[in-house]
Each structure stands twice: as C-alpha cells, then as structure tokens.
C-alpha cells in the first residue's frame, strides 16, 4: 500500500509564496495520476491540481496561473508550488495517488494565509 506524507504548509501573508512537498514510501513511476486536494472547515474536499506520468497538469479554475504542480519520480516525490496567496486558499491541502482499484491520502498539511 502506497504511504503519502504531505509537509511545507505554514503561516504567510496574502500575496506569499508556499512549497508543498508530497513524498510517497514507495516508488511512484507507476502512478499515472497523482494529485492535490484542499479542504477548508465546513467545506467538501476539493481538487487543486493534477499531474500524470506523462506530466499532463490540471488545475482547479480558482488556482490557474498561481500554483504549479510537478513530480520527481525518481524521489517518489509530487510539488506544489503556490504563489499569490490569497485568504480564501487556507486550507489542509491532501496530497492524492490514484493506483487503481485503489486511492492513497495523505494525512493533510495546514495552509493559512492572512490578509
């Protein structure tokens, strides 16, 4: 079973910059979709940016041309780069791989931007 632990989230001011890491315990190179999620208090999880084997990217409307999403095969590693930050992107982001039949989390790294 794939193990996905999520770090760089913190405390910054709107208009900041944060690098979210994704790390997986074992390899991902298998992995065609890998992924970011948010979810805010009170709210449904939502999906922030894709990444396929391939590099094909996908991003949530409300986050384009702001954040950017990579991976790092070769250190099991998925990135999302966030600048711009705006009040209303705090959340716990979720790194997510889909490895059919199944889907992996990770436990959540907080964001917080304040204005």
């Known amino acids: 079973q794939v193990q996905l632990v999520e770090s760089g989230g913190g405390l910054v001011q709107a208009g900041g910059s944060l690098r979210l890491s994704c790390t997986a315990s074992?390899?991902?190179?298998?992995?065609?979709?890998m992924a970011w999620y948010r979810q805010a208090p009170g709210t449904q999880r939502e999906l922030v940016a894709t990444?396929?084997?391939?590099?094909?990217?996908n991003y949530a409307d409300s986050v384009k041309g702001r954040f950017t999403i990579s991976r790092d095969n070769a250190i099991n590693t998925v990135y999302l780069q966030m600048n711009s930050l705006k009040p209303e992107d705090t959340a716990v982001y979720y790194c997510?791989?889909?490895?059919?039949?199944?889907?992996?989390w990770g436990p959540g790294t907080q964001v917080t931007v304040s204005s």
């Open positions: 997510n791989a889909d490895d059919p039949p199944g889907r992996y």
């Open positions: 074992g390899s991902i190179f298998s992995i065609n979709r």
């Open positions: 990444i396929t084997r391939g590099g094909s990217t």
